[in-house]
C-alpha cells in the first residue's frame, strides 16, 4: 500500500482487553485497525478506556471517563485524525478539533440481557459519537441500514466497511476431531441454547454417538446452558470453556468438523469468517439477523429440527464436506479492501 503523503497522526479509541480473557471482537477490530494505519505509515497513539463489564462507580468514573478524558484533551491540536473504534466510544468528540471517525459495530436491543444502566451508557454515548463523528464506518450493510433508521443519519456521512478475520486464522495440519463447535458470548442473542439442543438431536443420530460438543464463550448464561445440557441428558458431552487464546482459538476451529452459529443477531459474525479460513464448515438459521456479508458459503438452515438434519449430512458424506471446506475458504479469503478503503477515510482531505 502506498504511504500517506503526509505523516498524520491518529488517537484510536478502544476498549481495553485484559490479558487473561483472550480475544474478543473488538479486539480483533481493534487489530485490524492497528495494521491498516501501520500500512499507511501514519504516527498511532491508542487511548484505553476500560473493558465494557462495569465494576462499580469509581471504576467507571476513572477509567471510562476520566483517564480518557484526559488523555483526549492532550491530543488537541497535534492529533489529525480520531478514531473511536466501538461506537461508545466518541463521547468526548465535543472536545476535539481533529477529524472525528466512529465504528458502529452492532445496535443494542432491548432484548439482549445487557441490563438497563448498561443500555441507558450505551444509547448517550453512541449517540454523542454519531452525532459529532464526521465519518461514520459500519461494519456491515444491515448495521448501516439500522443506524441510518435510529440516528437518522445522512446516507453520505456513513460507509460500510467490513473487516476480514485476522490472518492468524488459518488451517493447520491436525486432524479434525469428532467435536462441534459453537463459539460467542454467552449472552441470549448468542443463542446457544438452540445449540445445545441442536446437538442433543445430532448425538441421538446413529453413527454420531461419538460426538461432543464444545461451546467457547463467557458470560451470564453460563449456569443455565450447564442446567440444558444436564437436563437433556448430555452434560457428558457438552463442555465450556472460557479466556481462550487467539492460538487456541485457531486450534479449536480445525479441530470441529462443524460450527453450529445459532446466533439471532450479529453486527457481522466474524466467527463464520474465522472457522471457515481453519477449514471447517458452517450453519446457521437462515432467518437470524446476520449480515449477508459473511453467511456466503455458510449452510442456512430453516430450525433445530433442519439443523440437525443438515449436520448429520455434513458429517456424513466427505463429499459434501470437503465441498463446503472448499467454499468457505474461498469465501473467507477473499479480498475486501480493508486497508484501502480504511486509509481513504482515514485521509480522504489530503
Known sequence: MKPISKKRRVQVLRYAVEGDKGPTGLSRYYDRVMSALQDADADVETIDF?????????????????????????????????????????????????KRIVTVHHIVGKDEGNGRLWRAFWDISARISIFFADEIIAISSSTRDKAVSKYRIPQEKISVVTHPQDPIFRVLDIEKKKILGSMGALLPRKNHQSAIRVFERI?????????????????????DLKKLAFDLGISDKVSFKSDVSMERLVEFYNTCSVILNTSSKEGLGLATLEAQACGTP?????????????????????GEEDMARVVAKILGNLEYMERLIGEGLDFSNKNREFKRKMTEIYFSSD
Request: hydrophobic share 40%.
Open 282 to 302: 458452517v450453519v446457521f438459521f437462515k432467518d437470524a439477523d446476520i449480515p449477508p456479508e459473511v453467511m456466503e458459503a455458510a449452510v442456512p438452515c430453516a
Open 50 to 98: 476500560g473493558p465494557p463489564d462495569l465494576k462499580g462507580i469509581r471504576y467507571i468514573i476513572k477509567e471510562m471517563f476520566l483517564n480518557p478524558l484526559i488523555q483526549t484533551i492532550r491530543g488537541r491540536g497535534r492529533v489529525d485524525v480520531y478514531h473511536a473504534t466501538y461506537e461508545m466510544l466518541g463521547l468526548f468528540f465535543p472536545f476535539t478539533k481533529a
Open 203 to 223: 448425538s441421538k443420530i446413529p453413527g454420531n454417538e461419538d460426538y461432543t460438543m464444545v461451546i467457547v464463550g463467557k458470560g451470564p448464561q453460563l449456569d
